[in-house]
């Protein structure tokens, strides 16, 4: 059995044992024998800015000050050098309130509100590809050995998707080391929870990766260059309208890693082929963690 990766080396790790994640539900395998299994918990939380109701989501529940921060900020609700007087959660009415001391209105934001490809119904807003207006990435060479090194850790990192499934999970990373592990339904709300952590942390995205376990749709892509992100990575694939707004400013867009295999789309030249595929290992077929959604 493969030696599991050393935890310590995240800032944020998967905890398979926080209550209230899953629950076990008892159901009939194959053969008709009554078998037990942990399904994922899904449960809303209504985000307000101030007194604006800004969008209710479906997540699993941790970490929602992140998730509301993260989710604002992507949204450009929340801009650069905001000052943010307060985050607050509460658990029993499901709310967060993000206090900002500047007023804010988006009442003309919420009238183009969009449901995008994203798992459990994602949100953007209609003016998000306006943010991208004159937004070029830091161009940032890539280390294929880097990336190896990172996905091998990754997919033996202990989490819910290898323990219950039917959930996406992205990891903030740097160099070969994975910083910051979230899960959820919904990809876009595990990208969030990340960006809410950047913003919580001042932490700058000029030279990390975002590794993600979704598909790199527009959303995806969108939200990853918001984060100041250059590098986005998948064991998934591509749309295009994903790949066209990676060129458009400059990301590192890599798809279907699984093993020795990976696909570039945008930014290539950027790609330091470093590594020996020789002691690469290759993943069985049907092996190793597969796309939740």
Known sequence: MAQLPDISE?????DIERAGLTRDVVGM??????????VIEERPLTIFLNSQEIVTAMTIGDYPEYLALGFLRNQRMLADGEEITGVEFDEELETVV???????????KLRKKTRTSGCAVGTVFGDMMEGLEGVTLPQAVVKTSDLYALSSKINRT????????????TVLCQGDRPLVYMEDV?????????AGWML????????????????????????????????????SGFTAWGVEIAQQVGMTLIGRMKGKRMTCLSGD????????????????????RKAAG
């Not at 995240?10 to 998967?14: F, G, M």
């Not at 590794?211 to 892509?221: A, I, K, W």
Request: some cysteine; aromatic content about 4%.
């Open 29 to 38: 395998d194959e053969t008709g024998a009554a078998v037990s299994t942990p």
């Open 10 to 14: 995240y800032i944020i790790a998967p």
């Open 186 to 194: 919904g990809r876009h709300n595990a990208v969030d929870k990340v």
């Open 158 to 169: 202990p989490s819910l998707y290898l323990n219950s499934g039917a959930i996406h999970g």
């Open 98 to 108: 993000v206090r900002t001391a500047s007023q804010t209105t988006y009442e003309e």
């Open 269 to 288: 030249e950027r790609l330091l082929r470093d590594a020996d595929l020789s002691k690469v290992v290759e993943e069985p077929k049907g092996a190793g």
């Open 200 to 235: 919580s942390d001042c932490v700058s995205g000029a030279d990390k990766t975002l590794y993600t376990t979704g598909r790199l749709t527009s959303e995806m892509v969108i939200k990853t260059a918001m984060m100041g992100i250059p590098v986005l990575v998948s064991r």
